[in-house]
């Protein structure tokens, strides 16, 4: 069993910054992939970023590109997002998830065999 704690969401402003971390407890990683996610009210769950346990290639949304960096931490089974320059349709739920099964970066959620709780990102204008 995973149990994936995320913390260091918040309210900011347009154009501020924000950092996620989600801890991973319960086993450790050497393969798969660690992926964010976000769901605002009425939308569906979208990929946001994702990274390879092993080797740390990452993924991106089109629409994070360049504001958005994920990184890990493979001592700590930690992976982060630095998101900057905010906007406000960056507002939305954000959730960390587990994928176990091979050395990819999926971009669907119902892969994914783990999640965390999820944590609040809010962005006012």
């Known amino acids: 069993q995973v149990q994936l704690v995320e913390s260091g969401g918040g309210l900011v402003q347009a154009g501020g910054s924000l950092r996620l971390s989600c801890a991973a407890s319960g086993r450790t990683f050497s393969s798969g992939a660690m992926g964010w996610f976000r769901q605002a009210p009425g939308k569906e769950r979208e990929f946001v970023a994702g990274i390879r346990w092993n080797g740390g290639s990452t993924l991106y949304a089109d629409s994070v590109k360049g504001r958005f960096t994920i990184s890990r931490d493979v001592a700590k089974n930690t992976v982060f997002l630095q998101m900057n320059s905010l906007k406000p349709e960056d507002t939305a739920v954000y959730y960390c998830?587990?994928?176990?099964?091979?050395?990819?970066?999926?971009?669907?959620?119902?892969?994914?065999?783990?999640w965390g709780q999820g944590t609040q990102v809010t962005v006012s204008s």
């Open positions: 998830a587990v994928y176990r099964w091979a050395n990819v970066v999926p971009t669907t959620p119902q892969v994914y065999d783990y």
